[in-house]
């Protein structure tokens, strides 16, 4: 083997199929349809960037990625595949992970801002039309100029309640301000608060360094975050942190060149979801963040059932290609099958179509990016299996990990400093006592009687009378000319 960096993704009849850790900041894709060994690949990567140095965070969709910080078991199935590929040293042991859980149930409280969010995300999290997003804009504008922080949805809702009372002094500056777009998004925040986002619009917010570790042994540290539930009651939210996540890291970390290994490594699973009903401006901005943070270090993975998930701008700056069976039942799945074939660089040797319909559990077809920086022609490998555990820890082993973490007590506290919430509250309680205090030094108006004098009664009653009189006769005496009596 070359002392050059690499990753041992599995093998076959040519030998150890691996990867040069040089290009490893270019991306990658592993898709396959459900049961078919994407979560093992994805394991074995994680356990190569560990190795290497390289700092990890993962979505864990289905729970099982915790076996990461436990080591694995003998099975004759994974006795014969290490066999098969001939792996020297191969040994059952964890990775140093950290667990995170948006909800703190599972892991440390994963945070941001509202603020650090930005009125882009959030207009897409809340599924705002464009005048609604120009409100939102409007709304954060407002708070930038003034200086009020946003920081949790409290604070947002009062800078909204804010805006509609004083949306005609606001006009000319910030444009029309309309009540019916701040009811509507009112209306969104308190959907998405049902849904537990109140839990990540919080302080004290994830410092992006302690995401990226290594522990005393060199290894790097595994960052899994739990997603079990936010995907089912937001997935939304879910996309959207994943997209500030990779923006804030393209916004905060240097520069880095061409190095021999990256420098964090992301792998985003169930990653259609970041791309469903998401907006061309927000699709763009992730095409130019996945194109341009390869420069500061950062390798992003995306994990899905089909290449087709991938909008094709970012699947095409994808270096790395791991493709798991499909199925071909229908004509759309066929489409699927002829589509993936045509993504990879062919191979006299394989019909790509076809065999992406016959590979087996643990097998998959791969291509990387060779030293040069161009795609290797696809091969048949057989996926190296993990020496961590393969399914999830107990709850107990968990929350004896949560315990032992660097990171207990720092993110578990929520702290509400003040912020736009507290600051407007505070106006509104000063333009109150401003204006009881004028009222009260306002002379009071002398009051006039409305109680009627005796005589007044008397002249009122006659007057009324003789009108109720004097009608009747002048209407009588109309319609006796109408019909011709006297």
């Known amino acids: 083997m070359s002392d050059t960096p690499s990753l041992l993704i599995g093998g076959n009849a040519c030998g150890?199929?691996?990867?040069?850790?040089?290009?490893?900041?270019r991306h990658g894709l592993i898709a396959g349809a459900t049961g078919t060994g994407k979560t093992i690949t994805l394991q074995n990567l994680t356990e190569n960037f560990s190795r290497l140095g390289v700092p990890v965070f993962l979505a864990d969709v289905k729970g099982d990625l915790s076996g990461l910080a436990a080591p694995?078991?003998?099975?004759?199935?994974?006795?014969?595949?290490?066999?098969?590929?001939?792996?020297?040293?191969?040994q059952f042991r964890s990775v140093p992970t950290v667990f995170w859980d948006m909800?703190?149930?599972?892991?440390?409280n994963i945070r941001t801002t509202i603020s650090d969010m930005g009125p882009l995300l959030l207009g897409s999290l809340l599924e705002l039309n464009d005048t609604q997003s120009g409100v939102l804009y409007a709304c954060f504008k407002v708070a930038d100029d003034n200086g009020w922080l946003l920081l949790d949805?409290?604070?947002?809702?009062?800078?909204l309640s804010w805006l509609a009372d004083n949306a005609r002094e606001l006009k000319s500056e910030y444009g029309n301000i309309s009540s019916s777009s701040i009811g509507a998004i009112q209306r969104k925040l308190l959907v998405l608060e049902e849904q537990g986002a109140e839990h990540f619009f919080n302080e004290p917010a994830i410092e992006l360094d302690d995401l990226i570790k290594t522990d005393f042994s060199g290894n790097g540290v595994v960052n899994v975050l739990d997603v079990t539930k936010l995907i089912h009651?937001?997935?939304?939210?879910y996309a959207c942190f994943l997209i500030w996540l990779l923006a804030e890291l393209f916004e905060n970390l240097p520069e880095v060149g061409d190095a021999d290994r990256p420098k964090f490594v992301l792998f985003f699973d169930e990653a259609h979801l970041i791309f469903d009903d998401a907006a061309d401006v927000l699709v763009k901005k992730i095409e130019q963040v996945v194109r341009l943070i390869r420069s500061k270090g950062v390798g992003v993975y995306f994990v899905s059932q089909s290449p087709m998930d991938i909008p094709e701008d970012i699947l095409g700056q994808l270096g790395m290609k791991i493709q798991h069976a499909l199925r071909a039942f229908t004509p759309k799945d066929k489409k699927m099958v002829k589509a993936s074939a045509a993504s990879f660089r062919q191979n006299p040797e394989i019909n790509t179509e076809q065999l992406i319909t016959e590979l087996g559990v643990g097998e998959a077809l791969v291509s990387v990016l060779d030293a040069d920086g161009k795609p290797t022609p696809v091969e048949l490998v057989y996926i190296k299996p993990p020496e961590s555990r393969?399914?999830?820890?107990?709850d107990a082993e968990r929350a004896e990990y949560i315990t032992r973490s660097p990171y207990k007590g720092r993110y578990d506290k929520v702290i509400d400093r003040e912020s736009a919430y507290e600051l407007l509250k505070q106006k509104a309680e000063k333009l109150a006592e401003s204006n009881a205090q004028?009222?009260?030094?306002?002379?009071?108006?002398?009051?006039?009687?409305t109680r009627q004098t005796p005589v007044e009664a008397m002249v009122k009653s006659v007057a009324r009378s003789m009108?109720?009189?004097?009608?009747?006769?002048?209407?009588?005496?109309?319609?006796?000319?109408l019909f011709g009596k006297r």
Do not use: C, W, Y
């Not at 909800?103 to 440390?108: A, I, L, M, P, Q």
């Open 16 to 25: 150890h199929f691996l990867m040069d850790a040089s290009m490893a900041n």
């Open 72 to 90: 694995g078991s003998t099975h004759p199935k994974i006795d014969a595949r290490v066999k098969q590929l001939n792996i020297d040293g191969f």
């Open 103 to 108: 909800f703190g149930s599972k892991g440390h």
């Open 153 to 159: 949805l409290k604070d947002l809702r009062s800078m």
């Open 233 to 237: 009651e937001s997935p939304k939210l």
């Open 390 to 394: 393969i399914g999830p820890l107990t």
């Open 438 to 449: 004028t009222a009260a030094k306002k002379p009071a108006a002398k009051r006039q009687s």
């Open 467 to 481: 009108g109720s009189q004097i009608g009747r006769q002048i209407i009588r005496g109309i319609l006796g000319s």
